[in-house]
C-alpha cells in the first residue's frame, strides 16, 4: 500500500530474533564455556561413539526416506489413478497416522508388534513358549517404525501432486504410443519431482528429528537425538549443547541438499488443463477394494492395538492370546483421579496458549510483511522457518540454557523450573506452522481487496478484522489445527523442559510404561489420537492435507 | 496550502512518483470539472494506473499534490479521502454477498441499518441488479460482477469515482453494452470521474475529455474530436487513431501552416501544432483520411505499389509500399485496387491535414 517506513516490522523482527536465533547463540556461545575453548567440540569431534551417533542419524534419516516412498508412492497412485468401491474412505484411512502424534504411533507399535505385545503373545500362547518370540529393538526396528509412520508423507505429496497433474501430459504420452509404465516412469513420475522433493524433504527431516522411536526401541543403538537427551538428563549440559549443534549443522545440510536438487529439478508446467480422471476397474473391483482394505487394517493394525489394549484393565492380562477382560476403568481413572487429569489439562492449556501466541506472531509476521510491505520481510520469513528446519531436541536444548538464569538486562529470565518454559518452547515449534501458513494465505490474497475496503473509508483495523482475517481464515485454520496438534502429543520438547507441575501427556505415557501400566498409557494414547484427529478433522485442517506450508515438524 | 487555480473540482498538480529509482510519473498536472468524465489513456508502462493510485491514496507522490473541491488530500490515508474506486480485477469480497459488498461502505456507525439496506438497494437498482443482496459475488457473471463494483464503489456517495480498466476483464461482445450502462450510471449520478484505460475506443466513448500518457508524462489533455484531429504530439498523432509517418524538412507559412518537403520528393502543406525553424527536421503524421490514391500519375503524387489490402465494408484500408522502402496506410473506396497494384498517392486536399513535429535525433 503505501510507502513503507524503514522501521515497519522491525520490533517483530527483533521480537523473533530473540525468540528463535538468541538462544541457539548463546547455546553456541555457551557450548564453548568459560573461558571460550573449543574443549568441548574437541572432544565431540575425537569421541567415536559422537561420530556414530551422528552418523546413524543421517543414515536412518535417508533409509527411512527410501522405505517411506517404496510405500507411499504406489499407495497414492492406487487411491490417486484408480476407481474402486470404497476408494474415497480407505483413502482417508490411510492418511490417518498424519494428525497421531509420533510417540502414540510408537507406543501402538510396541503394543502390536513388540516383545510383550499383541502379536508375540499369540505367537506365544501358540507355541506355549515361556520366552518371546523376538526382541523388537535396534535399528530396523527404529526403521520399521520410521516406515510405518511415516510413509503418509509420501502418500499425501504424492497424492496432492497427481490431482494437479495436467491431464495432457499423460495424454500426450499415451498418443505417442507409451503404455501405461512408461507412462508413469517417464512423464508422471518426473513431473511428480517437486512433490517428491518435498515429501522427500520432510520425511528426511523428520527423521533426523525423531526421538521417539529411537528412544523406545533403540535398546543400545543411539542416535543424535537420544544422545543429546541422554547428555542432558545426566547433566553434561556442554556437552549436550555441541551435540544440538553438531544435529542441527546436519539437519541445515540435509535442508540445503535437498532444497538445490528440489530446485535443479523443478518442473514448470506449460500447460494448465483439468487434472487426470481415475481408471476405473471393471469386475476386479470388488478385489481392488478388499486388497485395498486389507492394506489399511495392516497399517492401522497398531492403532486398533492401542484402542483394545486401553479397554484392557490394570493386571488382567497375563499369558492369555487375547485380553480376558474388558472395561472402562482406565478411563475412569484418567477421568476421575486428580493427578491423572493434571496432564490432561496440562496439554490442552499449554497447546492452546502455545497455538494462540504463535498464531498472532506468524499471523502479525505475514501481514507486516506482504500487506504492509515491511522492509524485513525477508528477516521475518526466515525466522519463522528456522525452528522447522532444527530438530525439537536442539531447541529444546537452547531454550533450557537461554532461560536457566535472570538477567533481564541481557534478554535472559529465569524460566527453567516454571510453567512457562514449555508452553514458549512449544510456542517457537508452532511459529513455522502458523507463520507459513499465514504467508502463503496473505501470498494469495489480492491486494486489491484492503485496497477496495480503505477506498470505502474502512480503518486499518476495520480491514484487517472485515476482509483480512476472513478470507485468511481457511489457510490459518490449517496451520492452527496442526500447531495445536503438535503441541498437544508433543514429547521430543518436554523431555527436555517439562516439569512435575506441567508435565504433559506425552511425559505420562512414557510414566504409565515404566510404571507397567499400559491399560493406562494406551488410555491417553486413544484421548490424544482423539483429540489431534477431531481438531484436525473439526478445524478444515484436512483440506489442506499435503500441502508443504502445513506439514507437521518432526517429533 | 489551497487548491491552484483554474477551479477544477478534481485537481492533480505536478505529481511525480519514482519505483525502485526509475520515475514512473513526471510533473502530472491534471484538472477535471465537476461532474466531468475524463480518460487516462495511454500504452502498458505509462504511468496512468500509478497516477489513478496516488489520487486513490494507494500510493504517496515523491511530488505533487491532489486536491478534490480545494482540499488537499495529500497527506490524508485512503479510507478518509471519499474517493471511490472500481479495480480492474473488481476486488469484490469474495466471502460477502453482493448486498453485504455493497454495504461495506456504508459504515454501520454513520450508517443506520434500515437506510443502509435502502442505500444497498438504491445502488444496486442503479445498475440493474435490484433483488440481488443476497446473490454470492463468486456466482455472478463478469458483468455482473463489474456493476456490483460500481455499485459498491457509489454506495458511499464518493466526491470522485475512479475507475482502473474497468472493462478490459469482459468478453468483447459485452464491452460495448457494459460501456453504456457504465456511461449511463455515472452520468445519472453525476460524479466526477477519473478513469484508465489503454483502448483509445473506451476512452473517446467514455471521456468527456482524455489525457494521453506516454512514459509518465501527459501529452496531450482534450475532447476526443481535438484529439483525433489535432494532435499535439507525434506521440498522440500515432497512438490516437491511425497515422503513417514521413521525414521532411519545414518551410514556415502563415500561422501555424508551412510546407513539408518529404525526403520521398514533394512538397506537401502541413500544420505545425508548435512553431518550428525553417529548415529544420520533422516528421509528419499522416491519417489514412488524408490520401489520395490515384491510379494514373499526377503532380506531387508519389508512385507506390499496394502491398497489402485490408477490407473493411464500405471502404477499404491500403497499405502502400514507396520506392524508399516506407509504408503508408490510405483509406480507399473497397473496390478497384488489389494488392500488388502499381498507384499513385497524393495528398487528399478535403482530408484532414498532415501535422509536422520536429524531429527526434537521427
New interface residues.
Given amino acids: 500500500?503505501?510507502?513503507a517506513e524503514p522501521w515497519r516490522g522491525l520490533p517483530l523482527t527483533l521480537l523473533l530474533l530473540w525468540l528463535v536465533c538468541y538462544p541457539l547463540l548463546l547455546t553456541f556461545t555457551e557450548a564453548l564455556g568459560t573461558p571460550p575453548t573449543l574443549r568441548h567440540f574437541g572432544e565431540l569431534l575425537r569421541r567415536r561413539d559422537e561420530w556414530l551417533a551422528l552418523w546413524n542419524s543421517v543414515w536412518i534419516s535417508a533409509a527411512t526416506v527410501a522405505i517411506s516412498a517404496a510405500v507411499g508412492v504406489p499407495l497414492a497412485f492406487l487411491f490417486q489413478r484408480l476407481e474402486f468401491p470404497g476408494r474415497r474412505l480407505l483413502g482417508a484411512l490411510v492418511a490417518l497416522p498424519v494428525v497421531l502424534p509420533p510417540l502414540v504411533g510408537v507406543v501402538a507399535f510396541l503394543f502390536l508388534y513388540g516383545e510383550s505385545g499383541f502379536l508375540a503373545r499369540a505367537v506365544q500362547a501358540a507355541t506355549g513358549s515361556a520366552e518371546p518370540p523376538w526382541r523388537l529393538a535396534g535399528p530396523g526396528a527404529i526403521l520399521l517404525v520410521h516406515g510405518y509412520s511415516m510413509y503418509v508423507y509420501f502418500y499425501l505429496f504424492t497424492r496432492a501432486g497427481l490431482a494437479r497433474l495436467d491431464a495432457a501430459y499423460l495424454e500426450a504420452a499415451k498418443g505417442l504410443g507409451a503404455r501405461g509404465f512408461r507412462t508413469t516412469t517417464r512423464v508422471a513420475l518426473p513431473l511428480l519431482s517437486p512433490a517428491l522433493t518435498g515429501a522427500a524433504l520432510l520425511t528426511f527431516m523428520t527423521s533426523l528429528a525423531s526421538f521417539s522411536a529411537p528412544y523406545i526401541f533403540g535398546g543400545n543403538f543411539r542416535v543424535m537425538t537420544t544422545r543429546i537427551v541422554a547428555s542432558r538428563l545426566n547433566g553434561d549440559v556442554e556437552l549436550a549443547m555441541v551435540e544440538s549443534l553438531a544435529l542441527a549443522a546436519a539437519a541445515l545440510a540435509g535442508l540445503a541438499l535437498m532444497q538445490r536438487t528440489g530446485a535443479s529439478r523443478d518442473v514448470a508446467g506449460a500447460v494448465r488443463g483439468i487434472a487426470p480422471g481415475r481408471k476405473a476397474i471393471g469386475r476386479s473391483g470388488p478385489l481392488v477394494t478388499a486388497a485395498a482394505a486389507v492394506l489399511v487394517l495392516f497399517l492401522l493394525l497398531p492403532h486398533a492395538t492401542l484402542l483394545l489394549i486401553s479397554f484392557v484393565p490394570r493386571g488382567t492380562w497375563r499369558a492369555e492370546a487375547l485380553p480376558p477382560v474388558l472395561a472402562l476403568s482406565n478411563y475412569v481413572a484418567l477421568f476421575s483421579e486428580p493427578e491423572r487429569l493434571r496432564p490432561i489439562a496440562n496439554s490442552l492449556w499449554m497447546a492452546a496458549a502455545a497455538t494462540a501466541a504463535a498464531l498472532a506472531l506468524g499471523f502479525a509476521a505475514a501481514w507486516v510483511s506482504i500487506a504492509r510491505r515491511s522492509r524485513w520481510r525477508a528477516w521475518l520469513e526466515t525466522l519463522i522457518a528456522i525452528p522447522w528446519a532444527l530438530p525439537g531436541t536442539v531447541f529444546a536444548v537452547a531454550l533450557a540454557a537461554a532461560f536457566s538464569r535472570n538477567a533481564p538486562w541481557a534478554g535472559r529470565f529465569l524460566l527453567v523450573g516454571t510453567p512457562l518454559l514449555l508452553p514458549l518452547a512449544y510456542l517457537v515449534r508452532n511459529l513455522p506452522l502458523t507463520g507459513r501458513a499465514a504467508f502463503a494465505g496473505m501470498r494469495q490474497l489480492?491486494p486489491?481487496?484492503e485496497?477496495?475496503?480503505?477506498?470505502?473509508?474502512?480503518?486499518?483495523a476495520?480491514?484487517l478484522w472485515?476482509?483480512t482475517v476472513?478470507?485468511l481464515r481457511p489457510a490459518l485454520a490449517a496451520g492452527v489445527s496442526l500447531a495445536f496438534i503438535t503441541a498437544l502429543g508433543d514429547f521430543v520438547v518436554s523431555i527436555l523442559l517439562y516439569t512435575y507441575e506441567t508435565r504433559p501427556i506425552s511425559i505420562e505415557i512414557l510414566s504409565s510404561l515404566r510404571l507397567q501400566e499400559t491399560g493406562i498409557a494406551a488410555a491417553y494414547g486413544v484421548l490424544l489420537a482423539a483429540l489431534s484427529g477431531a481438531v484436525f478433522f473439526l478445524w478444515g485442517g484436512s483440506a489442506e492435507l499435503g500441502r508443504a506450508e502445513a506439514s507437521p515438524p518432526p517429533g | 496550502m489551497s487548491a491552484p487555480g483554474g477551479g477544477g473540482f478534481l485537481v492533480l498538480q505536478d505529481l511525480g512518483k519514482s519505483f525502485g529509482g526509475a520515475p514512473v510519473l513526471r510533473k502530472f498536472s491534471l484538472s477535471v470539472s465537476e461532474a466531468e468524465i475524463v480518460a487516462l489513456l495511454g500504452p502498458s508502462g505509462s504511468g496512468k494506473t500509478t497516477a489513478l493510485r496516488l489520487v486513490a491514496g494507494f500510493e504517496t507522490p515523491d511530488e505533487g499534490r491532489v486536491f478534490v473541491a480545494g482540499e488537499d488530500l495529500t497527506p490524508l490515508p485512503p479510507e478518509r479521502r471519499r474517493v471511490g474506486m472500481v479495480f480492474q480485477h473488481y476486488a469484490l469480497f469474495p466471502h460477502m454477498t453482493a448486498g453485504e459488498n455493497v454495504g461495506f461502505g456504508l459504515h454501520p456507525r454513520t450508517v443506520p441499518a434500515p437506510e443502509r439496506r435502502q442505500r444497498v438497494a438504491e445502488a444496486l437498482a442503479a445498475v440493474d441488479l435490484a433483488g440481488f443482496e443476497d446473490r454470492k459475488v463468486t456466482a455472478l457473471s463478469g458483468g455482473q460482477q463489474q456493476r456490483v463494483a460500481l455499485a459498491r464503489a457509489m454506495a458511499p456517495r464518493p466526491k470522485v469515482l475512479l475507475l482502473d480498466e474497468p472493462l478490459s476483464n469482459l468478453d468483447p461482445s459485452l464491452r460495448e453494452k457494459t460501456r453504456r450502462e457504465l456511461r449511463g450510471a455515472i452520468q445519472r449520478a453525476g460524479i466526477t470521474t477519473l478513469f484508465v484505460t489503454h483502448e483509445q475506443e473506451e476512452a473517446f466513448d467514455l471521456g468527456d475529455r482524455v489525457a494521453v500518457l506516454h512514459r509518465g508524462e501527459l501529452e496531450q489533455v482534450a475532447a476526443p474530436e481535438e484529439l483525433y484531429e489535432a494532435p499535439r504530439t507525434l506521440f498522440v498523432a500515432t497512438f490516437v487513431g491511425r497515422a503513417s509517418v514521413l521525414p521532411g524538412i519545414w518551410s514556415p507559412g502563415d500561422g501555424g501552416g508551412g510546407r513539408v518537403r518529404l525526403e520521398e520528393g514533394p512538397e506537401w502543406p502541413a500544420i505545425a501544432p508548435d512553431p518550428l525553424r525553417a529548415g529544420s527536421r520533422v516528421e509528419a503524421a499522416f491519417r489514412p483520411e488524408s490520401f489520395a490514391v490515384a491510379v494514373a500519375p499526377r503532380d506531387e503524387f508519389l508512385p507506390a505499389r499496394v502491398a497489402a489490402r485490408r477490407y473493411a465494408g464500405s471502404t477499404a484500408y491500403l497499405t502502400l509500399a514507396l520506392p524508399s522502402g516506407r509504408e503508408v496506410e490510405a483509406v480507399a473506396p473497397p473496390g478497384g485496387m488489389r494488392t500488388g497494384d502499381a498507384v499513385f498517392v497524393g495528398l487528399f486536399p478535403e482530408g484532414p491535414a498532415p501535422r509536422a513535429y520536429p524531429a527526434g535525433p537521427p
Fill in positions: 500500500m503505501r510507502r489480492d486489491s481487496l485496497e477496495a475496503a480503505a477506498a470505502l473509508g474502512a480503518s486499518p476495520r480491514r472485515r476482509v476472513p478470507l
